[in-house]
C-alpha cells in the first residue's frame, strides 16, 4: 500500500513538473544566457584589473650562485610598477611550487634546470627555462616573456657597454696588445653565448581546477551554473506549495521521508533530462562547428564530454536546491533564496573568473561550498570532492525531511 | 453501549506551550460529533493527533477498543483525514488527484458504484483541480480521504470559504457518509456544521467536555470565550 502509494506521488510530482516544464525550461534558458553574459562581461573586466596586480612568481632551481640571474630578477622587481609589479620568491620544489600555483599563492612559477647558466657560459646546451603558469592567468606567460626579452636586452647593452670599456682601456694602455680584435673577439663569444640559443624558456600552462585549460575550466564552470539556476527556473514547481496534502499524505502512512525522497526523484528527472539536453546541445555544436571549438582552444570531443562531468554533482545541488524550497516563506522568498543561492555559490566557486583571484579566506569558503566541490569534481574526479558532495546531498535530504515532517 | 471512538487524557506541548491537557471524549460509530473550540484553542491539534501527522505526549487514542497511537499501519486504514484548506495537487486533473490515492481498480468501482459516484466526482474528473469551485474541491478531497474506506473520517473546517450553495452540498454529502456507516468527527465553528452533529464537544484550555447547544448564537459564544 505504502509503496503503491509513493510511486502514485512519484507520478503525479512527475506529471505536474512535466506540465509546468515548458515555461520553466524557457526560464533556465534566460537565465543560464544572462549568467553566461554577466560571467564573461565580469571576466573581461577583470583580466584588466589583474593585469594591474602584483604578481606572484615562484623560482625553483638552481639560480642562488648566478649573479647575472639575480641581477635579472632584481631588474624585473624593480621595473615600472604603473602597470603591475612582480614579486619573486624561492621554493623547494617543482610540486611544491604546482601546489602553491593550484592553491593560488603563485601566479605563475619558473623552474631554472640545474647549472643552467654555466652551461650558456660555456657554451654548451641546456636544457630551457620552464615557465609554469595557471590557465587564467595565460596573459602573463607573453608579460613575462615580454619583460624577460627587455631584461635581457638590458643585459646585453651593459655588456656590449663593457666590451668596449674593455677595448677603450687596452687601446689606451695595454702594450703590444690589438684592441680590436681583443674587443671582437669579447662580442662574437658573448653573442655566440646568449644569441645562439633560440629558446631560453617555455612557458607551459599547469591549469585549474585539477588541471583544466582555460576554455575547458570556463566549460565547466558554464555547465555548473546551468545546474546551479535550475534551482531558480524550477521554483513554479517545488516552491511555495500546500502543506496540507503532505499532511494528508502522512494522514495515509506516507511519511515526511518517502515524500521527500518521491519529490527528490521526480526533481533529479527533470534536472538530469534538462542537463543532458544542455550537454546534448553542446555536443552537437561541437560536432557541427569543430572550428569554433577549436578557436576556444577545445578539441571537438571536450564539448560533449565535460558537460557529462557535471552528472554526480547535479544529485548534490539538486538535494541542496529542494532543501531551500523548503526554507524559502512562499514562492517569491524561496525565488530570492535560490537566485541568491545560485548566484553567491556561482560567484564564489569561481564561476565568472577562477577562484584563485580572491583572497585566501574567501577561496576557503568557496572551496568549501557544494558548487566549490562540484567544480573540483569536475575538474578532476576524486575521492575527496566525492565525499563532500555525498555528505551535502545527504544533509540537505535530511533538511527537507525534517521540515516536511515540522509542517 | 460502548463507543466506537475514545480519546484519553490526551497531552500535547507545542513549543513550549501545553495546547492539550489531559482531553478526552468519546462518539458513537455511524454518528457525526462536532469539536467546537474557539481560533487557536487546538482543535486542528487534535486532528492532526488522531491522523497521526504529530505526535502526542500522552494519553490514548482507541477505535473500538484497539489503541492506534502505537499502531500506525492500523490507524492509516482506518482513519481518514481532509485537513483545512485544499489537499491537492492544483495543476493536476481531479483525475489525476484521485489517483494518488486509488489504485485502477478500486477508482473504476468507486466512480461507478461506490463514495465517489455518491460524491459526484465524476461530474470534473478531466477538471483541472484549479479551476473547479471550492464545494468541488471539498468533494474531491473527500473522495481522496474515503479511497481507504476509513470507518472514521476527521474533518478540519470543511465548509470554511464555501458560498451557500456549494456548502448546503457539503452538508449533503457529510449526512449521506454518517448514513452509510461511517463515523465523522469535525472540528469546527459553523453553525450549520454545528446543527448537523449528534453530538458536540467543547475544547477549551486544553480540555475536552461535552457541549449541549441550545440554538443561541450568544450562549455558544460566551461558551467558547
Same mark, same amino acid.
Given at each position: 500500500?505504502?509503496?503503491?502509494?509513493f510511486?502514485a506521488?512519484l507520478?503525479?510530482?512527475?506529471?505536474?513538473?512535466? @506540465?509546468?516544464?515548458?515555461?520553466?525550461?524557457?526560464?533556465?534558458?534566460?537565465?543560464l544566457?544572462?549568467?553566461?553574459?554577466?560571467?564573461?562581461?565580469?571576466?573581461?573586466?577583470?583580466?584588466?584589473d589583474?593585469?594591474?596586480?602584483?604578481?606572484?612568481?615562484?623560482?625553483?632551481?638552481?639560480?642562488?650562485?648566478?649573479?647575472?640571474l639575480r641581477?635579472?630578477?632584481?631588474?624585473?622587481?624593480?621595473?615600472?610598477?604603473?602597470?603591475?609589479?612582480?614579486?619573486?620568491?624561492?621554493?623547494?620544489?617543482?610540486?611544491?611550487?604546482?601546489?602553491?600555483?593550484?592553491?593560488?599563492?603563485?601566479?605563475?612559477?619558473?623552474?631554472?634546470p640545474?647549472?643552467f647558466?654555466?652551461?650558456?657560459?660555456?657554451?654548451?646546451?641546456?636544457?630551457?627555462?620552464?615557465?609554469?603558469?595557471?590557465?587564467?592567468?595565460?596573459?602573463?606567460g607573453?608579460?613575462?616573456?615580454?619583460?624577460?626579452?627587455?631584461?635581457?636586452?638590458r643585459?646585453?647593452?651593459?655588456?656590449?657597454?663593457? @666590451?668596449?670599456?674593455?677595448?677603450?682601456?687596452?687601446?689606451?694602455?695595454?702594450?703590444?696588445?690589438?684592441?680590436?680584435?681583443?674587443?671582437?673577439?669579447?662580442?662574437?663569444?658573448y653573442?655566440?653565448?646568449?644569441?645562439?640559443?633560440?629558446?631560453?624558456?617555455?612557458?607551459?600552462?599547469?591549469?585549474?581546477?585539477?588541471?583544466l585549460?582555460?576554455a575547458?575550466?570556463?566549460?565547466?564552470?558554464?555547465?555548473?551554473?546551468a545546474?546551479?539556476?535550475?534551482?531558480?527556473a524550477?521554483?513554479?514547481?517545488?516552491?511555495?506549495?500546500?502543506?496540507?496534502?503532505g499532511?494528508?499524505l502522512?494522514?495515509?502512512?506516507?511519511?515526511?521521508?518517502?515524500?521527500t525522497?518521491?519529490?527528490?526523484?521526480a526533481?533529479m528527472?527533470?534536472?538530469?533530462?534538462?542537463?543532458?539536453?544542455?550537454?546534448?546541445?553542446?555536443?552537437?555544436?561541437?560536432?557541427?562547428?569543430?572550428?569554433?571549438?577549436?578557436a576556444?582552444?577545445?578539441?571537438?570531443?571536450?564539448?560533449a564530454?565535460l558537460?557529462?562531468?557535471?552528472?554526480?554533482?547535479?544529485?548534490?545541488?539538486?538535494?541542496a536546491?529542494?532543501?531551500?524550497?523548503?526554507?524559502?516563506?512562499?514562492?517569491?522568498?524561496?525565488?530570492l533564496?535560490?537566485?541568491?543561492?545560485?548566484?553567491?555559490?556561482?560567484?564564489?566557486?569561481?564561476?565568472?573568473?577562477?577562484?584563485?583571484?580572491?583572497?585566501?579566506?574567501?577561496?576557503? @569558503?568557496?572551496?568549501?561550498?557544494p558548487?566549490?566541490?562540484?567544480?573540483?569534481?569536475?575538474?578532476?574526479?576524486?575521492?575527496?570532492?566525492l565525499?563532500?558532495?555525498?555528505?551535502?546531498?545527504?544533509?540537505?535530504?535530511?533538511?527537507r525531511?525534517?521540515?516536511?515532517?515540522?509542517? | =453501549?460502548?463507543?466506537?471512538?475514545?480519546?484519553r487524557?490526551?497531552e500535547k506541548?507545542?513549543?513550549?506551550?501545553?495546547?492539550?491537557r489531559?482531553?478526552s471524549?468519546?462518539?458513537?460509530?455511524g454518528?457525526?460529533t462536532?469539536?467546537?473550540?474557539s481560533n487557536?484553542?487546538?482543535?486542528?491539534?487534535?486532528l492532526?493527533?488522531?491522523a497521526?501527522?504529530?505526535?502526542?505526549?500522552?494519553?490514548?487514542?482507541?477505535?473500538r477498543?484497539?489503541?492506534?497511537?502505537?499502531?500506525?499501519?492500523r490507524?492509516?486504514?482506518?482513519?481518514?483525514?481532509?485537513?483545512?484548506?485544499?489537499?491537492?495537487?492544483?495543476?493536476?486533473?481531479a483525475?489525476?488527484?484521485?489517483?494518488?490515492?486509488y489504485a485502477?481498480?478500486?477508482?473504476a468501482?468507486s466512480?461507478d458504484?461506490?463514495?465517489?459516484?455518491?460524491?459526484g466526482?465524476?461530474?470534473?474528473?478531466?477538471?483541472r483541480?484549479?479551476?473547479?469551485?471550492?464545494? =468541488?474541491?471539498?468533494?474531491?478531497?473527500?473522495g481522496?480521504?474515503l479511497?481507504a474506506?476509513?470507518?472514521?473520517?476527521l474533518?478540519?473546517e470543511?465548509?470554511?470559504a464555501?458560498?451557500?450553495?456549494g456548502?448546503?452540498?457539503?452538508?449533503d454529502?457529510?449526512?449521506?457518509?454518517?448514513?452509510?456507516?461511517?463515523?465523522?468527527?469535525i472540528?469546527t465553528?459553523?453553525?450549520?456544521?454545528?446543527?448537523?452533529?449528534?453530538?458536540?464537544?467543547?475544547?477549551?484550555?486544553?480540555?475536552?467536555?461535552?457541549?449541549?447547544?441550545?440554538?443561541?448564537?450568544?450562549?455558544?459564544a460566551?461558551?467558547?470565550?
Amino acid at each position: 500500500m505504502r509503496a503503491r502509494r509513493f510511486f502514485a506521488l512519484l507520478r503525479a510530482e512527475l506529471r505536474r513538473a512535466v @506540465i509546468l516544464l515548458p515555461p520553466v525550461l524557457l526560464a533556465a534558458a534566460l537565465l543560464l544566457g544572462a549568467a553566461g553574459l554577466l560571467g564573461w562581461a565580469e571576466a573581461s573586466g577583470r583580466e584588466g584589473d589583474a593585469a594591474r596586480r602584483r604578481l606572484e612568481i615562484g623560482l625553483v632551481g638552481d639560480f642562488e650562485n648566478d649573479a647575472w640571474l639575480r641581477m635579472g630578477l632584481n631588474a624585473l622587481e624593480t621595473m615600472d610598477s604603473s602597470r603591475y609589479s612582480l614579486r619573486f620568491s624561492r621554493r623547494g620544489s617543482e610540486r611544491e611550487a604546482l601546489r602553491a600555483l593550484r592553491a593560488g599563492e603563485l601566479d605563475a612559477f619558473a623552474v631554472i634546470p640545474e647549472g643552467f647558466l654555466a652551461a650558456l657560459e660555456k657554451g654548451v646546451e641546456t636544457e630551457p627555462i620552464r615557465y609554469v603558469s595557471g590557465a587564467g592567468a595565460q596573459g602573463l606567460g607573453t608579460l613575462l616573456a615580454d619583460e624577460i626579452v627587455r631584461a635581457v636586452a638590458r643585459l646585453l647593452a651593459g655588456t656590449e657597454n663593457a @666590451i668596449y670599456a674593455a677595448q677603450d682601456y687596452i687601446a689606451s694602455g695595454v702594450p703590444g696588445a690589438d684592441p680590436y680584435a681583443a674587443g671582437d673577439a669579447l662580442a662574437e663569444e658573448y653573442l655566440s653565448l646568449i644569441l645562439s640559443r633560440e629558446k631560453l624558456f617555455t612557458v607551459e600552462l599547469a591549469g585549474l581546477s585539477g588541471g583544466l585549460g582555460f576554455a575547458e575550466y570556463y566549460l565547466c564552470a558554464l555547465s555548473l551554473l546551468a545546474l546551479l539556476f535550475w534551482g531558480v527556473a524550477c521554483v513554479p514547481i517545488f516552491a511555495g506549495r500546500d502543506r496540507e496534502l503532505g499532511r494528508m499524505l502522512r494522514a495515509s502512512g506516507l511519511g515526511a521521508f518517502a515524500q521527500t525522497a518521491a519529490e527528490y526523484l521526480a526533481y533529479m528527472a527533470l534536472m538530469l533530462g534538462f542537463y543532458l539536453l544542455y550537454a546534448a546541445l553542446l555536443g552537437l555544436f561541437g560536432a557541427l562547428r569543430p572550428e569554433a571549438a577549436a578557436a576556444l582552444g577545445l578539441d571537438r570531443g571536450a564539448l560533449a564530454r565535460l558537460p557529462l562531468r557535471g552528472l554526480l554533482p547535479a544529485f548534490a545541488l539538486g538535494a541542496a536546491q529542494l532543501a531551500l524550497f523548503g526554507l524559502g516563506p512562499g514562492r517569491l522568498g524561496a525565488l530570492l533564496l535560490q537566485f541568491l543561492a545560485a548566484a553567491g555559490m556561482a560567484y564564489l566557486s569561481g564561476c565568472f573568473y577562477p577562484a584563485s583571484f580572491f583572497p585566501s579566506p574567501l577561496r576557503e @569558503i568557496g572551496a568549501a561550498l557544494p558548487s566549490g566541490a562540484a567544480l573540483s569534481w569536475m575538474g578532476g574526479p576524486g575521492p575527496l570532492p566525492l565525499l563532500w558532495l555525498a555528505l551535502y546531498c545527504a544533509a540537505a535530504l535530511a533538511l527537507r525531511t525534517w521540515l516536511r515532517a515540522r509542517d | =453501549m460502548t463507543p466506537a471512538l475514545e480519546l484519553r487524557g490526551i497531552e500535547k506541548r507545542y513549543r513550549g506551550k501545553t495546547v492539550l491537557r489531559g482531553a478526552s471524549m468519546s462518539a458513537e460509530a455511524g454518528s457525526i460529533t462536532g469539536l467546537l473550540g474557539s481560533n487557536g484553542s487546538g482543535k486542528s491539534t487534535l486532528l492532526n493527533l488522531l491522523a497521526g501527522v504529530t505526535r502526542p505526549n500522552g494519553g490514548g487514542f482507541f477505535w473500538r477498543g484497539e489503541e492506534l497511537f502505537r499502531s500506525p499501519r492500523r490507524r492509516a486504514a482506518a482513519v481518514g483525514y481532509v485537513p483545512q484548506g485544499t489537499p491537492l495537487m492544483e495543476e493536476l486533473s481531479a483525475l489525476d488527484n484521485l489517483r494518488l490515492w486509488y489504485a485502477a481498480p478500486a477508482l473504476a468501482a468507486s466512480l461507478d458504484h461506490g463514495a465517489l459516484k455518491a460524491l459526484g466526482v465524476g461530474e470534473f474528473l478531466r477538471v483541472r483541480a484549479s479551476r473547479l469551485s471550492g464545494g =468541488m474541491k471539498k468533494r474531491l478531497c473527500i473522495g481522496c480521504a474515503l479511497a481507504a474506506s476509513p470507518e472514521l473520517l476527521l474533518l478540519d473546517e470543511p465548509s470554511t470559504a464555501l458560498d451557500l450553495a456549494g456548502k448546503a452540498e457539503l452538508l449533503d454529502q457529510l449526512r449521506r457518509l454518517r448514513d452509510g456507516g461511517t463515523t465523522l468527527l469535525i472540528a469546527t465553528h459553523d453553525l450549520q456544521e454545528i446543527a448537523l452533529c449528534d453530538a458536540l464537544w467543547l475544547l477549551r484550555d486544553g480540555t475536552l467536555r461535552p457541549y449541549a447547544y441550545d440554538g443561541d448564537p450568544a450562549h455558544l459564544a460566551a461558551e467558547l470565550g
